[in-house]
């Protein structure tokens, strides 16, 4: 982790000498608080676009561990216990940042909790769950999709479960061109991706009615 810090730090006073001074400038909490902010948009914009960086890094680390002595690897990272017992498969979006608590998501959108449940409410916005936690998809903070493009997408899905909804907008379909929905929306290709959005929550109806 203070690696990544420290490469972090660099990147920005390469970008700009003059950013060390600045950024000194700004208070411990503050300063943390506005990296997570960026981190956690980061996140989700790389999921707009179909970005796999877990897979980018699983792949590093496997050809890294070819010339790595053994005593050198660690360990891979377990569960936390109630996330393990809540919903196994898909805890590893917690660690990768692809799903975000309520206090995180709504720092990183400037939002009030109020404001989130007016959101979610008129379905811009949408939760999954681990066991009765809340936790918000990243990829609802990307800056290239409109909120009101969300809603129409969501509302086309209708009562499908909030994980099922997820699993739409990023697997790919074969009829978006190969591409996720959320890839789709990125570039303004609505309709096609409501079409879609229709089409699954009929499929769902039939399955679980």
Request: aromatic share 10%.
């Amino acid at each position: 982790m203070e690696h990544i810090i420290h490469r972090a730090a660099i990147a920005a006073i390469l970008f700009d000498p003059r950013v060390a001074e600045t950024l000194l400038e700004i208070p411990d909490a503050a300063l943390g608080r506005m990296f997570k902010n960026h981190l956690c948009k980061a996140v989700g914009q790389a999921m707009a676009y179909g970005i796999d960086f877990p897979a980018l890094c699983a792949e590093e680390d496997r050809l890294r561990k070819r010339v790595r002595p053994e005593s050198e690897r660690t360990p891979e990272k377990k569960p936390f216990p109630r996330y393990r017992d809540a919903n196994t498969k898909r805890y590893p979006l917690v660690l990768q940042g692809k799903v975000l608590r309520k206090h995180d998501f709504c720092t990183s959108a400037g939002l009030t909790e109020k404001k989130l449940a007016k959101l979610v409410e008129s379905q811009r916005v949408f939760a999954v769950f681990f066991g009765p936690e809340a936790y918000y998809p990243a990829f609802l903070l990307s800056t290239t999709i409109f909120r009101d493009d969300f809603r129409k997408v969501i509302r086309g899905l209708g009562k499908i479960d909030p994980w099922s909804m997820f699993d739409f907008f990023t697997t790919a379909i074969e009829s978006l061109g190969g591409a996720t929905p959320l890839q789709r929306l990125s570039a303004g290709d609505v309709t096609p991706v409501v079409r879609e959005a229709t089409t699954a929550a009929e499929q769902y109806a039939r399955l679980f009615p």
